[in-house]
């Protein structure tokens, strides 16, 4: 079953007090969204958390992050909860911001799982797609960890629109096991990578030499990790890392939710 993220309004959940996001401020702020999509195995459920922490802390994004998965008991990253993550998003957004929206789960050609509960469906490019526009973000980074996860780079990369994943779209990669903190590329981009570098293209090299060294070292066929475009994101998020941090909050869009720097 294909998921099915439409631009109908109807059935959404509004946005609970614990989805409440920092307003922008003046210069670019990085807002993060980070969804575990497989519930049968915690795996997926650990690296969106961790992968939220770290690039929060990296891009010094406290207060603009949502987190959601699905656990073997728990569906917290459904099509609905997905969608009504980016409209809260959109609530707050900039046009000089930069959203960061990150998958793990198993994956397909046709794109990335959703597993939750008795619920199985899958999210695709054209899905992320239609997201990211209603986001209203200007420049996006997606990032994806799964199987065959470079099908989102085909879709989506373009010079606001920067795409890593964890696998080529004819590739597998490793480390989806229940029990386990990270998978392989997780562990290498998020773990170890940007705790010592914010920048994200020099981040992911690190990362893609990790991996190829451990699927080496333990004889599987290279997952051959991607990088595609955004061009104008890595310019931005440069100048950013630079500038002092921004203190002084923007007024909050029509509609938003109410949040302190």
């Not at 199985?120 to 799964?146: C, F, K, W």
């Not at 630079?242 to 509609?255: I, K, V």
Request: charged share 20%.
């Amino acid at each position: 079953m294909v998921l099915s993220i439409g631009l109908s309004s109807a059935g959404l959940a509004q946005p609970s007090s614990a989805n409440r996001l920092a307003p922008s401020r003046p210069g670019t702020d990085v807002y993060i969204l980070s969804f575990g999509l497989w519930g049968p195995q915690s795996v997926f459920e650990s690296e969106a958390k961790g992968a939220a922490r770290v690039l929060e802390a990296s891009l010094r994004s406290k207060g603009r992050t949502i987190v959601g998965f699905n656990t073997k008991r728990r569906a917290g990253a459904t099509p609905q909860t997905i969608r009504n993550a980016v409209q809260t998003v959109g609530r707050v957004i900039d046009s000089d911001d930069v959203l960061i929206f990150f998958l793990t789960s198993h994956g397909s050609s046709e794109g990335a799982a959703i597993v939750a509960q008795d619920d199985h469906m899958i999210i695709t490019p054209d899905n992320v797609q239609h997201l990211l526009q209603e986001s209203g973000a200007r420049y996006r980074v997606v990032i994806v960890s799964a199987c065959y996860s470079g099908v989102f780079a085909r879709k989506l990369a373009d010079e606001r629109t920067l795409v890593i994943t964890a696998a080529s779209a004819d590739r597998s990669s490793f480390g989806c096991r229940d029990g386990a903190t990270w998978t392989y590329f997780g562990d290498a981009f998020f773990n170890k990578a940007m705790r010592s570098e914010s920048r994200l293209d020099v981040a992911f090299e690190k990362a893609r030499l990790l991996v190829t060294r451990r699927e080496q070292r333990e004889g599987f066929d290279s997952s051959n990790p991607q990088i595609a475009g955004g061009s104008e994101v890595l310019a931005r998020l440069g100048e950013r890392a630079t500038a002092p941090e921004q203190q002084t909050c923007r007024g909050p869009r029509a509609n938003a939710q109410p949040a302190a720097c």
